[in-house]
């Protein structure tokens, strides 16, 4: 079976193993964007520092020295280096967040890829919430991430080189006390940063769980309402919401902590510099222009400095995004084609189900040894009580589950040998629980076939009495059916999804309880329909109505997994048993 997302791992060398990750299969397939990027941020760097290095002169010319003939040539460079930095500066943003931007889009369509091609086991084990909120909480978290540390580690460390050469340009003996006080500011701040880490870990999760929550109680609102549950679902939605604040607001305790730690150990620095200094511009070892120049290249280091202190907590937010991203994107689907698989091509002679067997859960066995032959063209049926194993065998045929043991083979070949997708191209399937998506009547039924034409639609509809009710509807066709077909009735529905399948005409047909949610009249026009698709297909029913397969080549009845019984409908009534007893159990008040 499929496993469940877990998501615990290390909080400290794991972070720079998941950033590296990130860069190496994300970032750097755009090079020559972080390329130019780069060469716009060397730019920018060079006229910022430019820009500190003309305090010199006009301290020590100007100031000291009276030099009048300076003021013009030193303003016109002022002018010129603040319009190169403005160009190099959005150039360089403009890049790297077009490089962020198409980051967080390239993983986003590789998370729905892979999830999407995940087997039905995984979803039945991971609420819907908890998978959504990968693209929309954990995505918008690594957003803002992605974006400071790719923008900011690359603007940063480049100024903060050529700041660096000129402190020491200036004066050697202060840089180096600088460069060995600031260092400390990282020992706290590396400390945040995995707090940062384990708390934004916890919200992510906390969200999840809040989405599934809340998704569970719209979708069953009919059921919270008819049981006056409003109170109850609110008290757990309150509690979720709750906790949620409270790691929302250990975070912003922990982020609002790192800049006064950073502003404290900063003034320290700049304190000692202005006094050892001053002392040095005194004692004659500076000028005051160079000392004014050291004085303004320390307090420009102060940003990239901070900011680089504080990248420490935008790395381990993006570390814990990407940890829960890149666990699900790990995860193989339990279900996929073997390495020799073959298409299923030709038409279809026949299935076996061969000694089959299978669980959900360990030791609670659903189908038991279970061996049967459906002949090619046949109809045959499974009916029996809820838990009988019916919708199982269905589900294993176009392998949403395994089997255990045994096998099924289509033309003698085991399933587990042919390719997924030639094997579902030749099943057709409407089952009890139809699943309409929110989008056009006329999209919804050439899901069927993506090919198909507006003509052929409109065949498929006819042929399941639906086209005239959708013809009544406000644009016919291109009619919005709503979220799963919410704007029609039962009936209405699972005729499209029965259109649906007439579209595909797949040569299996598997009807799990297909005309389930229609009314006597409704089922009537549909099951003459169904009659007509049948022919010439090998088709396996699930009924619960058992006027619904009267017609059947055989009827199997299940128990436990087992066939206690099998025959046609009227050799099943003479035998006077489990099927004769089901059968007068539905039609007994009608006969009478």
Not at 164 to 183: E, G, K, N
Not at 252 to 267: D, W
Not at 483 to 488: C, I, Q, V
Request: net charge positive.
């Amino acid at each position: 079976m499929s496993q469940k997302v877990k998501t615990k791992v290390k909080l400290n060398k794991k972070s720079l193993s998941l950033v590296g990750r990130l860069w190496k299969t994300y970032v750097l397939k755009y090079k020559w964007h972080i390329l130019l990027a780069l060469f716009f941020m060397t730019v920018e760097a060079l006229a910022e520092v430019t820009t500190i290095k003309l305090l010199q002169p006009v301290v020590d010319k100007v100031f000291v020295q009276k030099a009048v003939s300076v003021l013009i040539p030193i303003s016109i460079g002022i002018i010129l280096l603040f319009t190169i930095r403005s160009i190099a500066s959005f150039g360089q943003s403009a890049l790297m967040g077009l490089i962020g931007m198409r980051v967080l889009n390239d993983i986003q369509k590789d998370l729905f890829d892979h999830l999407i091609c995940m087997d039905t086991a995984f979803f039945k084990n991971n609420p819907t919430g908890t998978l959504i909120s990968r693209f929309t909480a954990d995505i918008g978290l690594l957003r803002g991430s992605v974006l400071n540390v790719i923008t900011g580690m690359g603007r940063d460390i480049t100024t903060l080189a050529f700041i660096i050469f000129l402190m020491f340009q200036q004066d050697a003996y202060l840089a180096v006390i600088v460069f060995t006080v600031f260092p400390v500011v990282f020992v706290p701040m590396s400390k945040l940063g995995r707090r940062m880490r384990k708390n934004s870990k916890m919200s992510q999760e906390e969200i999840g769980k809040f989405a599934s929550d809340a998704e569970e109680a719209f979708q069953g609102i009919d059921i919270v309402k008819s049981y006056n549950m409003e109170g109850y679902e609110q008290t757990k939605i309150f509690k979720r919401i709750s906790y949620m604040f409270v790691l929302a607001y250990k975070g912003v305790q922990t982020k609002a902590l790192a800049r006064p730690v950073m502003e404290f150990i900063s003034g320290f620095a700049i304190a000692l510099v202005v006094y050892i200094g001053g002392k040095r511009v005194i004692e004659g070892y500076s000028t005051p222009g160079q000392f004014l120049s050291f004085i303004g290249a320390l307090m420009t280091a102060y940003t990239p400095i901070k900011s680089l202190s504080n990248l420490t907590v935008s790395l381990q937010e993006a570390a814990a995004a990407a940890q829960r991203i890149f666990t699900l994107i790990d995860i193989r689907p339990s279900i996929e084609d073997a390495p020799n698989a073959v298409p299923l091509t030709g038409g279809i002679k026949g299935i076996e189900f061969k000694e089959v067997s299978f669980s959900y859960l360990p030791d609670v066995p659903v189908i038991e040894d279970f061996s049967l032959r459906v002949k090619k063209g046949q109809t045959i049926a499974f009916v029996g009580a809820s838990g009988s194993g019916k919708t199982t065998l269905l589900s294993l045929l176009p392998r949403f589950y395994d089997v255990q043991s045994g096998d099924i083979l289509i033309n003698d070949m085991p399933l587990k040998k042919l390719s997924l997708s030639s094997l579902r191209q030749h099943i057709g399937l409407v089952n009890q629980n139809v699943i309409l998506f929110n989008d056009t009547v006329k999209e919804n039924i050439r899901f069927g076939r993506w090919d198909a034409t507006d003509a052929e639609i409109i065949e498929a509809a006819k042929k399941a009495y639906a086209h005239d009710f959708i013809m009544e509807m406000p644009e016919g066709y291109d009619s919005v059916v709503g979220e799963k077909g919410s704007s029609l009735s039962g009936g209405q529905r699972q005729r499209i999804a029965i259109a649906r399948a007439i579209l595909k005409n797949a040569p299996i047909l598997l009807l799990d309880e297909a005309t389930s949610a229609l009314d006597t009249q409704a089922e009537r026009y549909v099951q003459e329909a169904l009659d007509e698709l049948m022919k010439g297909k090998t088709t396996i029913v699930v009924a619960h109505r058992l006027s619904t397969i009267i017609n059947a080549d055989k009827i199997y009845v299940l128990e436990k997994g087992r066939i206690i019984e099998s025959g046609t409908h009227e050799e099943l009534l003479q035998r006077k048993g489990a099927y004769e007893h089901l059968y007068q159990l539905q039609f007994k008040s009608e006969e009478e």
